[in-house]
């Protein structure tokens, strides 16, 4: 399999679930402002979108949107209990937290780091994703991750997003379960071998 990806954005999620998968696959670092590959490859031809992540199969198939490649990657090895069976009650409750993260979270992201937004509508938009990261916050009162006591594909994905909170200078100090859960989460050996692979950390 290859993982199109870019450094730090929404793609570090599935990287995240191919280590913790400990599946056999390679990267290719992708210019999403360019759409270029790294080898110079028009990446439109993967994903007409131009926009990550994309997993090519072996047999040349291409998944697209970050949601359903973790699934699919899950589904590769329910031993290691990366997303709970298909069919199940807690499936359907994984992939809610999947559309949360991504409709509420991820994309209440966009238009603070889009230029073209006024100053006002990303005062609005910051506010919306505040009420959106405290309800995060009490989805994780108790527990480890997002399902309790196993990490699971939404949990790769949460994590990815709240590291934009850097960036985007919002202080997680108000939401004390979601501090713990990215120390939690960075800690992990797959997370760290994945963003030293993509140059977040040394």
């Known amino acids: 399999m290859k993982l199109y990806f870019a450094p730090g954005v929404c793609s570090l999620s599935p990287h ?31 994903n007409p979108l131009g926009y990550v992540p994309a997993l090519e199969l ?4 291409i998944l697209t949107e970050g949601p359903a490649i973790v699934q699919f990657i899950a589904d590769k090895v329910p031993e290691k209990r990366l997303a709970p069976p298909n069919g199940t009650l807690d499936r359907y409750k994984l992939q809610s937290l999947l559309n949360f993260i991504s409709s509420e979270i991820h994309k209440g992201f966009s238009p603070l780091f889009n230029p073209a937004f006024p100053d006002e509508a990303k005062k609005v938009a910051r506010e919306r994703l505040l009420t959106r990261l405290e309800h995060a916050n009490r989805l994780l009162e108790g527990r480890d991750y997002l399902l309790g006591d196993q990490f699971s594909v939404a949990d790769a994905y949460l994590f990815t997003t709240l590291r934009w909170t850097v960036p ?20 992990r050996p797959a997370v760290r071998a994945a963003m030293k692979a993509e140059g977040l950390i040394a």
């Open 58 to 61: 072996d047999d040349g198939t």
């Open 16 to 46: 995240i679930v191919l280590r913790e998968a400990d599946l056999p696959f390679t990267l290719v670092k992708t210019d999403i402002r360019a759409k270029k590959t790294a080898e110079g490859g028009d990446y439109r031809k993967t």
């Open 168 to 187: 985007a200078k919002i202080d997680l100090t108000p939401f004390p379960n979601l501090v713990a859960f990215m120390k939690r989460v960075e800690a």
